[in-house]
């Protein structure tokens, strides 16, 4: 069986920074980005949101969001930058993802998790 290491998304820890000094630690880790919503994707600066170092492979981006077509704008986005895999928070149950209804909330939607995931 193969292992993996992989990182938490942690929002506001794992930046491109804290995923370099991850790198260093453990070369073949799979790394997460903390989670970003489609919201500040969309409209935010994405340069910002999406950069990352070349040495982070394999690195894996987390989307927050509840819409399928936004999920999926998102999803093209990270691929086009380079990551190597998108997840979708299904599991953070912070007020914060709550009252945006995604995030833990979702594990009560599977219907919309399917939706979002087939529009990926």
Same mark, same amino acid.
């Given at each position: 069986?193969?292992?993996?290491?992989?990182?938490?998304?942690?929002?506001?820890?794992?930046?491109?920074?804290?995923?370099?000094?991850?790198?260093?630690? @453990?070369? +073949?880790?799979?790394?997460?980005?903390?989670? *970003?919503?489609? %919201?500040?994707?969309?409209?935010?600066? #994405?340069?910002?949101?999406?950069?990352?170092?070349?040495?982070?492979?394999?690195?894996?981006?987390?989307?927050?969001?509840?819409?399928?077509?936004?999920?999926?704008?998102?999803?093209?986005? @990270?691929? +086009?930058?380079?990551?190597?895999?998108?997840? *979708?928070?299904? %599991?953070?149950?912070?007020?914060?993802? #709550?009252?945006?209804?995604?995030?833990?909330?979702?594990?009560?939607?599977?219907?919309?998790?399917?939706?979002?995931?087939?529009?990926?």
């Amino acid at each position: 069986m193969r292992k993996i290491l992989a990182t938490a998304p942690m929002m506001a820890w794992t930046d491109k920074h804290c995923r370099f000094l991850h790198r260093q630690y @453990a070369p +073949s880790a799979l790394l997460f980005t903390e989670m *970003i919503t489609t %919201g500040a994707l969309l409209y935010g600066k #994405q340069h910002h949101l999406l950069d990352f170092n070349a040495c982070e492979h394999p690195v894996a981006v987390q989307l927050g969001g509840n819409d399928p077509v936004a999920m999926a704008e998102c999803a093209a986005m @990270a691929q +086009s930058w380079g990551y190597d895999e998108v997840n *979708i928070n299904v %599991g953070c149950p912070s007020d914060r993802v #709550q009252t945006g209804t995604f995030g833990a909330c979702l594990m009560q939607q599977p219907t919309l998790v399917a939706d979002c995931v087939r529009a990926m």
